[in-house]
């Protein structure tokens, strides 16, 4: 019931189809992906300085193409959600700076292509993904990272280290898509791990790999498909009601505040009181979800899974109806571990946990008890990006 996620080769193939039909015959022979990540707990902490939790999908981005022998970059998005129109041609930088324009999806490539630490060549070059767009599950960081990864085999420079390919895109996204995220969603597509959550320290950049040791343990992604643009009002908002609060407190960041110190905002601004004390409490339950999780405690894991639903619903006011819809569904069936929102909010994902031979009774309740139009992929932790071998012709 849940949807079949398909291999990477699919896409590459697919790609690769698509490549010699735009590009006139022509044969791709550079292929990178980057994933998709879910966040298992720890949302809106990264850009307070603070702990998150993700772990990245086996759901991609795929990049196919050549150099071409010219000073124009020439992209192709076979994206079924990308604005119009599917292809963008833009000089390299050398040429001169790149600016954000229409199409906005393009954004994101050119960002990367600006900030590519080596010299970029012209290229023509397919994108497809299979990270739901829009979905909270960070497809924009999978385009990103994957085109980071794609420039670096193309021009065969690899002096970039992990940590700078995630912040380079971090600062592609900020510069040109006009979205001021955190650091998590680049982070965990650069240094995702096969079996494993990151509990990724977001001031010091520090990962540690957290297995995921239960074989019967079951990630289920629901998408609720109600669109949301991270790019809005809100979420620059909840950044700068933590900025004021940290600076009302004294602070540099929410980081350094106590839950003692949190309750001092209540009396001065109920707002900034909320939005505080849900960046100090999920920081708390980021560091004990990974603990529960090194010591096998799935259920203490589970049951801080739904503490931090609550808190974004109540104190960060980023989840909607259909999310809590979704969630409540998932903990109506017996067995269930936790669930809740995930991502920026205001739509996009849901994630639970449950075991594996529930899955199909969990998937099935939630999409009899949600109103609209769901789609359920069930994942395990996967790899980060990586350069793929083009099947042969």
Not at 307 to 319: A, F, G, I, M, R
Request: net charge neutral; hydrophobic share 40%.
């Amino acid at each position: 019931m849940a949807c079949d996620l398909g291999t990477e080769m699919d896409l590459i193939a697919e790609a690769v189809d698509m490549f010699t039909k735009h590009f006139k015959g022509e044969i791709p022979n550079v292929a990178a992906c980057a994933p998709g990540r879910v966040n298992l707990i720890g949302d809106h902490t990264d850009y307070n300085d603070g702990f998150v939790l993700p772990m990245a999908l086996p759901l991609v981005t795929v990049i196919v193409g050549k150099k071409n022998g010219s000073d124009k970059c020439v992209v192709v998005s076979g994206a079924k959600e990308a604005d119009s129109p599917i292809m963008v041609e833009f000089p390299v930088p050398s040429k001169e700076p790149l600016k954000p324009g229409r199409p906005k999806w393009a954004n994101y490539v050119k960002g990367v292509v600006q900030n590519f630490k080596g010299t970029v060549v012209g290229f023509d070059a397919v994108i497809l993904t299979n990270v739901p767009i829009g979905g909270g599950v960070s497809s924009s960081a999978s385009l990103e990272v994957a085109t980071y990864t794609f420039l670096e085999t193309i021009t065969q420079d690899t002096s970039t280290t992990k940590k700078e390919k995630a912040l380079l895109c971090q600062k592609a996204e900020h510069e040109f898509a006009g979205m001021p995220c955190g650091i998590m969603d680049q982070f965990i597509s650069v240094m995702g791990k096969s079996g494993c959550a990151l509990l990724i320290d977001c001031r010091s950049m520090k990962e540690t790999a957290v297995p995921i040791k239960d074989p019967n343990i079951a990630v289920i992604i629901t998408n609720s498909n109600v669109k949301r643009s991270l790019a809005t009002s809100a979420y620059a908002e909840r950044r700068e009601q933590c900025e004021k609060a940290a600076k009302a407190l004294g602070k540099s960041s929410l980081r350094d505040v106590t839950e003692d110190e949190v309750e001092c905002l209540k009396p001065v601004d109920e707002v900034l009181h909320k939005r505080a004390r849900h960046v100090v409490t999920e920081n708390k339950r980021t560091e004990d979800a990974a603990k529960a999780l090194q010591e096998g405690n799935i259920a203490k894991f589970g049951t801080l899974m739904v503490e931090s639903h609550n808190s974004l619903k109540q104190d960060y006011e980023v989840s909607c109806t259909e999310l809590d819809d979704l969630v409540a569904a998932a903990l109506e069936v017996d067995g269930v571990l936790g669930s809740r929102m995930t991502g920026g909010g205001f739509g996009g994902c849901t994630v639970t946990l449950a075991p594996k031979d529930l899955s199909d009774k969990v998937i099935a309740h939630m999409k009899k008890k949600y109103k609209g139009n769901p789609v359920f992929y069930v994942a395990e932790p996967s790899e980060g990006t990586r350069i793929l071998t083009l099947p042969r012709k």
